[in-house]
């Protein structure tokens, strides 16, 4: 009688010890599904302030002072959002001179670390595009060194997820949006290889001498690129085969290359 007691009471504590874990599981899901709302509430709240914000304004004025160097490049509504970047990932950022090879670059050395350079001259639009490119570079450094391509499927998926929270007409241009979310299907190397991305950042450009994309010259005519005077030949992949006026040589200009036409 009494081994009949114990063993319906032991079966009795098992049957409260298993609802016992499965109500601890069920409460382990009811949280994390409670973090997982938060955290996207948290992220289109973080988005909308960008709008609301204005100036970005700081707990600290050396954050002020740094936003304000960022407001000047970059446009206003996202300057907070890039800072960030830079304010979480620590790189040095460095606005450069005009260079005629690149746009911006990414680097990394064991004895200065990580540094991020963007070509002052950009308008702010091409400015962030750049930057985002460069910090893109940065992050598919730090999850897989140099395993990978440099303009690989991990690149490419950074990139968008640092577009991703920006990537609304409040934030930015509403036609500009939609030409940087076809752009980010499959973005490459440079966005100058991206014939409406070009055309819609060069909108924003200020003060330029007049130019036109050498795909939209016709074939045969001259222009002006740097200090050389050339004449447009045939197309030949992403290049035009073009040729100096003056020595005869031929040049390999890219298809979306910005260039002031001579009238003959």
């Known amino acids: 009688m009494v081994r009949k007691k114990l063993k319906l009471l032991l079966i009795q504590l098992q049957l409260i010890l298993l609802l016992l874990h499965q109500l601890i599981l069920l409460l382990l899901i009811q ?87 963007v070509n002052h001259n950009l308008n702010p639009f091409a400015f962030l595009v750049t930057y985002l490119h460069e910090v893109a570079h940065l992050i598919t450094y730090q999850r897989h060194k140099n395993q990978v391509n440099p303009h690989g499927q991990e690149w490419k998926d950074a990139f968008k997820e640092l577009f991703e929270p920006i990537l609304d007409p409040e934030l930015l241009p509403q036609e500009l949006v939609p030409v940087l979310q076809a752009y980010l299907i499959n973005p490459v190397a440079t966005s100058n290889g991206f014939t409406p991305l070009v055309e819609a950042l060069k909108v924003y450009d200020q003060n330029q001498e007049p130019a036109i994309l050498l795909f939209n010259l016709p074939e045969g005519e001259i222009f002006q690129l740097k200090n050389l005077q050339l004449k447009k030949g045939k197309l030949r992949r992403t290049r035009y085969i073009c040729q100096e006026v003056q020595t005869g040589k031929l040049y390999l200009v890219a298809k979306n290359a910005q260039v002031q036409p001579i009238d003959a």
């Open 31 to 117: 949280l994390l599904l409670t973090l997982l709302l938060l955290n996207n509430f948290s992220q289109s709240h973080r988005k909308k302030s960008f709008v609301r914000e204005g100036l970005f304004l700081c707990p600290q004025m050396n954050k002020n002072r740094k936003i304000s160097s960022f407001l000047d490049h970059f446009p206003p509504k996202v300057a907070e959002y890039c800072f960030n970047l830079w304010d979480e990932l620590k790189f040095e950022f460095v606005v450069s001179k005009k260079r005629d090879s690149k746009l911006g670059d990414f680097k990394f050395t064991s004895n200065k670390g990580f540094q991020i350079t």
